[in-house]
């Protein structure tokens, strides 16, 4: 069982900058895959990043590739999203996320996810 309590989220002014956390508890194995997700209201969920849980390697979604960056504080359990040059397209609910191992665009599937936060509001307003 893994816990996610998700962080950071707010209104920020379009061109911003937001860091959003998600503190992770539980039995997490080194094989594990940290995601984040979003969703906009009236949209499906969508994938913005992931990593894997040893920092190995990292993807993006084209529309956040340059303007976010996904890590991890090993000592906290603690993985972060940082979020600049926000766009109002860029406003959803922010979810992490935490999956057995997976590579490419196989890591981009939310259902293939097993455990999820609570998620975090993100508003830009233009």
């Known amino acids: 069982q893994v816990t996610l309590v998700e962080s950071g989220g707010g209104l920020v002014q379009a061109g911003g900058s937001l860091r959003l956390s998600c503190a992770a508890s539980?039995?997490?194995?080194?094989?594990?895959?940290m995601g984040w997700f979003r969703q906009a209201p009236g949209k499906e969920r969508e994938f913005v990043a992931a990593?894997?849980?040893?920092?190995?390697?990292?993807y993006y979604a084209e529309s956040v590739k340059g303007r976010a960056t996904i890590s991890r504080d090993n000592a906290k359990n603690v993985v972060y999203l940082q979020m600049n040059s926000l766009k109002f397209e860029d406003t959803a609910d922010y979810y992490c996320?935490?999956?057995?191992?997976?590579?490419?665009?196989?890591?981009?599937?939310?259902?293939?996810?097993?455990?999820w936060g609570q998620g975090t509001q993100v508003t830009v307003s233009s």
């Open positions: 996320a935490v999956r057995s191992y997976c590579s490419g665009y196989g890591c981009y599937d939310p259902a293939e996810y097993a455990y």
């Open positions: 539980g039995r997490i194995f080194n094989s594990y895959v």
């Open positions: 990593m894997s849980w040893m920092g190995e390697w990292t």
